[in-house]
């Protein structure tokens, strides 16, 4: 028996057996479609008014772990492993958001956290650091919107940035 058919031609059954048995497939493929439409809709009403994020954390480990988590929720994040890198990216661009370890290589968190303010001035600023008494001088404490101790849960850090109230970024 040769099989004629081509591809984009539709099949012709012989007998009611067939014809069913030629629908099932189509009605799983159907239901498997309705499911992840479903489920695209629930990522898209979960998606943050926030959309760019800047990482400034010198542990790798840490850095990769909050990329992931903050990408799997829909932001675009770059990385970086010093305070001096992220005054050169923030040169180029302009992100929402930025989270900057307290103690970095070369320069303190609160410096960079300054340093950033002082070019972008809308910029919001989360510290992530040890927790202490005064982990941010008084006269720096407009450079930082918000501290958050380390160590910390991803869904603290999500709450937070939940508060701080981003303004929704501008649809693609």
């Keep these: 028996m040769s099989d004629d ?50 990482l400034v954390e010198d542990d790798p480990d840490l850095q990769f772990s909050l990329a992931r988590m903050l990408t799997v929720d829909g932001n675009r994040v770059l990385g970086t492993g010093s305070g001096e890198s992220a005054l050169t990216v923030i040169e180029h661009w302009t992100p929402d958001l930025a989270l900057v ?30 927790p202490s008494p005064e982990p941010v001088p008084k ?11 380390k160590p910390f849960r991803f869904e603290s850090l999500r709450a937070l940035i939940d ?8 649809a693609e």
């Design 5 to 54: 058919r081509e591809v984009g031609t539709t099949q012709r059954c012989c007998t009611l057996s067939s014809c069913r048995a030629s629908t099932q497939p189509d009605m799983a493929i159907e239901a498997s479609t309705l499911k992840w439409e479903r489920a695209a809709r629930a990522i898209a009403e979960r998606r943050p008014r926030h959309r760019s994020v800047l």
């Design 163 to 170: 508060s701080l109230q981003l303004t929704p970024a501008p």
């Design 101 to 130: 370890a307290s103690s970095l290589p070369g320069m303190s968190g609160v410096e960079v956290a300054r340093r950033l303010r002082e070019s972008k001035p809308d910029l919001l600023v989360i510290l992530m650091g040890e």
């Design 139 to 149: 006269e720096r404490r407009s450079d930082v919107s918000a501290y958050l101790p």
